[in-house]
């Protein structure tokens, strides 16, 4: 078995792809919409791995999510970059654009290499080594 896809609700559907492209070079498929429900989608591929749904729709409703802070389900996802040198190039890139950074790039208890950001639209994205 193997986890085929993760799916995200967006406020800011374009800038969200837009995001994920300039980052992490993830290859935008077709959008897809259903006019019945108003539900507009991008799957998003990476070289490797499951890909992501980025989906909008009207009537999605807000949680009580604080950025860095834990609850309970889906709490971040990591993103391999593929070198340390990486991870800190694309940290500092996401910095200077102005993405707020909640961990700086450090080798972890555990052995990774990695740094925390948050995307548009605040979910939690480790980028590791």
């Keep these: 078995m193997k986890i085929e896809h993760l799916a995200i609700w967006t406020r800011d559907l374009e800038r969200m792809k ?41 009537g999605v409703a807000e949680t009580n999510y604080q950025a860095g802070k834990p609850y309970f389900g889906l709490i971040h996802f990591a993103v391999s970059v593929g070198s340390e040198q990486e991870v800190d190039l694309i940290t500092e890139q996401l910095r200077k ?4 950074i909640i961990g700086e790039p450090r080798r972890t208890g555990d052995g990774y290499y990695e740094s925390v950001v948050l995307d548009p639209e605040e979910n939690t994205i480790e980028i590791t080594a």
């Design 18 to 58: 837009e995001f994920y492209i300039r980052y992490f070079h993830a290859v935008a498929g077709n959008k897809y919409f259903n006019p019945k429900k108003q539900f507009t989608s991008y799957f998003l591929s990476f070289a490797e791995g499951p890909r992501i749904e980025l989906m909008q729709m009207p």
């Design 97 to 100: 654009d102005g993405f707020r």
